[in-house]
């Protein structure tokens, strides 16, 4: 029996797709091309994962764990050969507890059907990003995503109380744990967090809530210097007492494209200042929270860190300060960029940019660079537009261009999108030998067939 009739003869008929029931779905939301795959199972519950992965191992099927297809570092692709694994029928919110405040979920449930039922509770799931319709909490963790208000509330692996991950021979490793505290031994489920399906299949999670913050202030700010935008973080950040919930900068490039048509945002600053910055603080006191926001701008304002500023005055306005900061579809105007996802200590930003602008110019005709990114976490996004058609002819100089510098500066090559395909050969300038190498162990330990997510992040094979 070939393995697609193994398959539907544990999981059933309509849950497993064949190659080619495969040929008009999507390899993902920003991509172009279509799935390829041997199979696509779509177990609908831990058991039938299980049963999947049990079955691939014993006949050395891998198996690529799939969510919502948004990652951007080729972390979910499978190959002709290989056995998708989707949690597309993983799709329960089981429960949410508002006194505990946390929530038991399946792994294919979207970040934002989390985001909105937890609203019903007066309760806040932090994580946030601008993929949150399709991205799945699975994939948010098997991933570490980051996002929007990681200054204030961490990664996602700050978020996970639980997890339940089926491992690579099929047996059940549950840790649904719902404690804050829980210094009981090793904490197993960090491992997988950020693993990218190479360690075992997340089907559950136990997630942290916040209480909803009944106050929401924003602004949008011109800075002259970077040393000013610096130099505002620690202000503001101090002067907020705690409630600094973003600090997201734009280039002024970035700003021009977002704030300009065919984009749909308008500026509401004039477009020459070299940073934006856009702050926004979360807090329980509307009245007394808005007047001290307003004093930290206008303190900002006196001791020159700020050139202008405008103020969010409704949600409608929030909403349209983070509209433009999330049209990063504008950097996929006229072809497919190279997407990148820094991360280097704020002290080394400037020369950074400033170096790697120069080295662009030398060795990237015909180039566009943008810059922008969550710079309260260290974080600076880059998209790099190459003229049509050389896109890949480019890319080593662009690499190379982005990564080299950051050994330097003991930055990463992965803020927050992680490594898959993409990066793999750019590790090294982020880890040391022995860190590859007790990574090499722990894949050896947990999937010794390397039946899980081949490839990605780690070379197969030993160190
Ligand atoms: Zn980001």
Redesign the pocket.
Known sequence: MDIVAQLRALIGDNAVLDATQLADRSAGIWRQDHLRALALARPASTEEVAAVLRCCQQHQHSVVTQGGLTGLVHGADAAAAEVILSTERLRAIESIDPQQRCATVQAGVTLQALQEAVEDHDLMFPLD??ARGSATLGGNAATNA???RVIRYGMMRDMVLGLEVVLADGSVLSNMNRLIKNNAGYDLKQLFIGSEGTLGVITRLVLRLREAPRSHDMALVGVESFDQVAALLKHVDRGLGGRLSAFEAMWQDFYRLVSSPPAQGRPPLPQDYPYYVLLESQGAEPQGDRQQFEQVLESALVEGLIADAALANSQADCAAFWALRDDVAQVFNGGTPLIY?ISLPIAEMENYVAGLTGALAASVPGHRLWVW??LGDG?L?LAVQLPANQAESLRPAVERAVYTPLAEFRGSVS???GIGLEKRPWLPVSRTPEELRAMHCLKQALDPQGVLNPGKILEPGPA
């Open positions: 990003l601008g980051g996002g929007n996802d990114g969550h974080n996004h803020a927050e999108h």
